[in-house]
């Protein structure tokens, strides 16, 4: 809203997509699913700091190009900040949402450190743990609903088209994906073997997890590529051995593989749910968005590709 009054206002929301729906998500596990499976896997909570100088260069790289791009429009524009005429105090209101938005971080994490058994359910092994955060998360959201009045909603204009639009969007890339994430998961002894036998650097690592989770899964491409680290390194010791040893001895592999699998998903809409739902969300609101190649060619081979680039030669 803040910036209404602009004419060009496409590049604000793909730089926010860039650096808040994707790379902002390396801090922790709770960010990304990728490093929450790395988490589920034995990978320290807060072993994902490691990452954080990646992070803060791909961010300082990233904002200081959107300052320019930001200063430039502004001048091209000529644009005059409107009058909002009566100065109002700052409010914040519905603050109790918070209590479930931290329930939601809770149950998340619960999922992730304690260990109930499994249950089969139609014939699906299932962690109990898992169904537990699945439904305290249904019921923190319906009591967010009903807690908080439909005109605070309407005064955000919210809309449930954008979740909607992105629910049917990725059941159906998860469906026609599955052939892929199957092969990828094969591992050594599937279709992609040359693929995976060819990943031996740390930039390989990188680069590879990377471009597949820019159209694939990012969770089951972590996983693939981690468990292929494991098996290079400690081939024969158990994962409660050798995670360890590969976050400290060969830590830098595994770095290669979460900022890969993390910055990546921002270089397609697919890359990343979240990518998707805030081009709905601004669309719906009024603004332009580029197609899905345009997203890619205009902005992502542009200003991302060659960030990555830099990341590399200082990193890996």
């Known amino acids: 809203?803040?910036?209404?009054?602009?004419?060009?206002?496409?590049?604000m929301v793909v730089f926010f997509i860039f650096l808040v729906a994707n790379v902002g998500g390396s801090l922790t596990p709770l960010g990304d699913p990728p490093l929450f499976l790395g988490f589920l896997h034995g990978v320290s909570f807060f072993w994902t700091l490691n990452i954080a100088p990646h992070m803060l260069m791909v961010s300082?790289?990233?904002?200081?190009?959107?300052?320019?791009l930001d200063s430039w429009f502004f001048k091209k524009e000529g644009a005059v900040v409107p009058d909002d005429g009566e100065k109002k105090p700052l409010r914040l209101v519905g603050t109790y949402n918070f209590i479930f938005l931290?329930?939601?971080?809770?149950a998340v994490l619960m999922s992730g450190v304690l260990d109930l058994g499994e249950i089969n359910t139609l014939g699906v092994h299932r962690a109990i743990q898992d169904w537990l955060r699945d439904i305290t998360l249904i019921i923190l959201g319906i009591l967010s609903l009903w807690a908080t009045p439909?005109?605070?909603?309407?005064?955000?204009?919210?809309?449930?088209?954008?979740?909607?639009e992105v629910a049917y969007l990725f059941i159906g890339i998860f469906i026609t994906m599955i052939p892929c994430l199957l092969l990828l998961k094969a591992g050594p002894d599937g279709a992609f073997a040359f693929l995976i036998a060819a990943v031996k650097e740390p930039y390989h690592y990188f680069w590879v997890t990377g471009i597949l989770s820019a159209f694939l899964d990012n969770a089951p491409t972590y996983l693939t590529f981690f468990n292929t680290a494991l098996g290079s390194f400690y081939a024969g010791l158990p994962e409660s051995a050798s995670v360890p040893l590969l976050m400290t001895d060969h830590k830098i592999y595994l770095q290669a593989i979460s900022t890969g699998a993390v910055f990546f998903g921002a270089v397609s809409y697919i890359g990343n749910a979240p990518n998707f739902m805030v081009r709905s969300i601004a669309a719906e609101s009024g603004t332009a968005m580029p197609s899905?190649?345009?997203?890619?060619?205009?902005y992502s081979l542009v200003f991302l590709i060659p960030t990555f680039v830099i990341?590399?030669?200082i990193f890996y």
Do not use: C, H, M, Q
């Open 1 to 11: 809203r803040a910036n209404d009054f602009r004419k060009n206002r496409t590049f």
């Open 60 to 68: 300082g790289i990233l904002l200081v190009i959107y300052f320019f």
């Open 150 to 164: 439909w005109t605070l909603r309407e005064e955000n204009e919210f809309s449930w088209f954008p979740i909607i």
């Open 311 to 313: 990341v590399t030669l």
């Open 102 to 106: 931290g329930g939601i971080v809770g």
């Open 292 to 298: 899905f190649f345009g997203y890619i060619l205009k």
